[in-house]
């Protein structure tokens, strides 16, 4: 059900599994990485850092495919292009822990994923994926965590797709309603 007042980005965002090859134009990539940009951070760290190749260089998206849990692999060689969202755990001027250093990233990657769709470009984040092998793969040092896979591109038809990922993007994930997750004054009070 429509939400009158949330925003028809974020209502109309969601991860497809049918995504299409056909190239999308660097200035989009490029604007979906600066929108990550803007997002917020503690100390305005910005700890965020991307990494991205794209089907134009086939054998390093093939590496990244490599990285990818089988299951994520069969749909998201499909896409144009894959971003590694990354983050930078410590401050960098006191080198001390940054303990929001990934909910920020993960604020980025949300810009990055409206942006995205505010130009038709469709987003699916994976969490499956060898972490081990990222981090070898671009010699990361210890401060540095790969967060999430993203796969990129415009509507696909899915026709290489398994029935059972076809029919995952026939109906939108569901959502628990407000009251689930929001509270006032006590968390034995649902807010609305
Ligand atoms: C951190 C993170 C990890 C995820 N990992 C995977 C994954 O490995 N494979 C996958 O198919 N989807 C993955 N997803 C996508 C979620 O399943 C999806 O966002 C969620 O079901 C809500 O659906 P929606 O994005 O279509 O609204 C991931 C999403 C996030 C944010």
């Not at 671009?138 to 790969?146: M, R, T």
């Amino acid at each position: 059900m429509k939400k009158e007042l949330v925003l028809e980005i974020i209502q109309e965002r969601w991860s497809p599994y049918s995504l299409s090859s056909t190239p999308v134009e660097e200035y989009k990539i490029k604007a979906m990485l600066e929108a990550a940009g803007y997002a917020p951070s503690c100390f305005n760290e910005q700890p965020w850092m991307f990494v991205y190749s794209t089907q134009q260089n086939k054998k390093v998206f093939d590496d990244y495919l490599g990285f990818m849990d089988d299951s994520n692999r069969v749909w998201a060689q499909n896409a144009y292009a894959i971003i590694i969202s990354m983050a930078r755990t410590k401050f960098s001027d006191s080198g001390t822990p940054n303990r929001f250093a990934i909910y920020d990233t993960g604020m980025a990657v949300s810009n990055l994923l409206h942006q995205a769709l505010s130009m038709d470009v469709y987003v699916h984040q994976m969490g499956g994926f060898s972490v081990e092998k990222v981090k070898e793969y671009f010699k990361l040092n210890d401060d540095v965590v790969p967060l999430t896979m993203i796969a990129v591109g415009y509507m696909g038809e899915g026709l290489s797709l398994a029935p059972e990922l076809l029919k995952r993007d026939e109906n939108r994930r569901p959502r628990k309603s407000v009251n689930e997750f929001a509270f006032k004054e006590s968390l034995a009070n649902p807010a609305f």
